[in-house]
């Protein structure tokens, strides 16, 4: 014992939260709970990927359903009313959450994948030309890494890539070459979802800003484990996901500094987001609805405040302080196990997941096996291709926690890895 | 719990780590290599036809990848000798499902016919039938 006992909130009362967390797994995916072996507990370490979603949330879109839907900004009867109110209060939520200074700077979209692209259209086939050159790092996800590639592509502009070191980390001194007076844009990871390294943004910021170039932070993975603040952090954007702390999928947010946002063009053009029609022309609404065009995912959204409720209940501080403690104790059992190549820092300095290949095992078969055990990870390149080619794998296996999993879980996971290498032996 | 998943029977295990007809023919009438990109399995299939170009007399094959998809070209490098083209043609998922013994996850069918569509296209674009540009991918 012992690890438990340092579990900074009640760990077994927030799972109390999350009925899935109960269910059985084992059985025929094409009749679930019916076929033999569905009586394995389901062992849930795919958070990176999408984590689970509590009673508060589900309860919180049943409530817009079955009280007050309505389209939002649309009416003036009484429904509309509720919902367009709660709609934006969700935006006022979440920018108080990353510390932005209103709703202004937070627009509501699908997923990080969509805020990058917004930004990357909106202001990058606009501004960006040859000459130019947008810097990314080796451990970009495809959500920032294919979108930048393109859009350099489309405008000529050159797309730098700060290298990796071994250990996982970033090279700085790389980062300072890649950087300069030609640098519009760098687009950096917060937490890698392959690597866990949680990466100097401040750093790299002031980089950036010294040479006059806007900074994107992607926040998919650092917003729902850990407290970010837009400011502390320096970042002109920040990108991140609704459905990866504890919200709904279909809902995601930009955080963008006002003056840049006020400058830039709608990136999609419709409802919602005008202000005066004409034939001939149109003018935009305010911020930020002049990025929100067409019904918005409403239930979403107000879910999304939900989520962000229930975390500040439990404190950002604590998640982070539980997701620590997990990755160290997972690091340092994987590797006493033997036979585990671990990617990235080392377990006391990461975010919460640890991407790894079982000597022998290829990710996809330690996968199969593992979901025999009811433990459910990620395998594969986790979008992140190129950095797999830096590595020299195809793919790796993930395990990646949240504020509910436990150290008897973790205990599983390592158990059901040493069976697998033991049948591959 | 069993032993690990029921994918990975013996026969499965055998086929993985001791692969039959693994390596190169000095002389094949065609040679043809197929990946599925996001688990990075890579397999190379050489085909020997008869004099009459009908029957298939010898298969060797290379590959990288998880236990299902080279134990399943494994296989399959047997089952083929012998057969004709159009047999080979007309191999179908459920074939390949057959010969491994048993059920492939949802997940993991593109792993297992891997092998089974290299063949094919293989013997396709040796019958010109398929532009050899287009590599063999088992998924979208």
Same mark, same amino acid.
């Given at each position: ?202 750093? *790299? ?45 279909? *809902? ?89 190549? *671990? ?83 | ?140």
């Amino acid at each position: 014992m012992g690890v438990q006992e340092q579990y900074p909130f009640d760990v077994e009362a927030v799972r109390a939260d999350f009925p899935i967390l109960d269910r059985k797994v084992g059985g025929d995916p094409e009749t679930p709970g019916e076929g033999p072996g569905d009586d394995t507990p389901l062992v849930y370490l795919d958070n990176a990927a999408t984590s689970h979603t509590p009673d508060a949330v589900v309860d919180t879109i049943a409530d817009y359903y079955r009280g007050y839907n309505a389209n939002v900004h649309r009416g003036i009867h009484q429904l509309s009313q509720e919902a367009s109110v709660a709609y934006e209060e969700a935006h006022d939520t979440v920018a108080d959450f990353v510390g932005a200074s209103g709703r202004e700077e937070i627009v509501f979209t699908k997923n990080t994948t969509e805020a990058m692209n917004l930004v990357a259209y909106a202001w990058g086939l606009e501004e960006l030309g040859p000459g130019d050159n947008v810097v990314l790092t080796q451990m970009e996800h495809h959500s920032s890494l294919v979108t930048w590639q393109q859009i350099g592509k489309r405008t000529g502009a050159d797309v730098r890539f700060i290298e990796v070191t071994d250990e996982g980390r970033l090279d700085m001194e790389h980062a300072a070459e890649c950087i300069d007076d030609d640098t519009q844009m760098v687009s950096v990871v917060h937490v890698s979802n392959t690597l866990g390294t949680v990466n100097p943004i401040p750093e *790299i910021a002031a980089m950036a800003h010294d040479h006059d170039a806007y900074v994107f932070a992607d926040g998919a993975q650092s917003v729902p484990t850990r407290p970010v603040d837009v400011k502390d952090l320096g970042v002109d954007f920040l990108a991140f996901s609704g459905h990866k702390m504890c919200g709904p999928t279909g *809902i995601g947010a930009l955080y963008g500094r006002e003056e840049i946002l006020d400058e830039m063009q709608p990136y999609l053009y419709g409802g919602d987001m005008i202000r005066r029609v004409s034939f001939e022309d149109s003018t935009w609404e305010d911020l930020p609805w002049k990025f929100e065009a067409g019904t918005p995912s409403i239930a979403q959204g107000i879910a999304f405040a939900a989520a962000i409720e229930y975390l500040e209940e439990i404190g950002m501080e604590n998640v982070q302080a539980h997701e620590d403690l997990l990755a160290e104790y997972a690091y340092d059992r994987l590797t006493d196990l033997g036979g585990v190549e *671990i990617y990235g820092p080392p377990g006391h300095d990461r975010g919460g997941l640890v991407a790894f290949n079982v000597e022998g095992v290829h990710a996809h078969d330690l996968s199969s096996i593992l979901n025999d055990y009811g433990v459910a990870i990620r395998a594969g390149d986790h979008c992140t291709q190129p950095l797999h080619d830096e590595m020299g794998v195809a793919a790796s296996a993930r395990a990646s926690f949240y504020l509910y999993n436990t150290v008897e879980e973790i205990d599983a996971l390592v158990e059901a890895v040493g069976e697998a290498r033991d049948l591959f032996a | 719990m069993g032993l690990g998943s029921d994918m990975y029977r013996q026969q499965i295990l055998d086929h993985y780590k001791n692969p039959r007809n693994y390596g190169e023919l000095e002389d094949p009438d065609f040679t043809h290599v197929g990946e599925n990109p996001s688990c990075g399995d890579t397999i190379r299939m050489q085909v020997a036809l008869d004099d009459a170009g009908e029957t298939i007399d010898a298969v060797r094959f290379t590959g990288d990848g998880c236990a299902i998809s080279m134990a399943s070209a494994s296989m399959l490098s047997e089952r083929l000798h012998g057969m004709s083209v159009e047999e080979l043609d007309e191999l179908d998922t459920d074939d390949v499902t057959e010969m491994l013994g048993v059920d492939i996850s949802p997940m993991r069918v593109k792993c297992a016919v891997l092998g089974r569509q290299v063949a094919q296209d293989g013997s396709k674009i040796h019958r010109g039938e398929l532009d050899p540009d287009d590599r063999t991918k088992t998924e979208e």
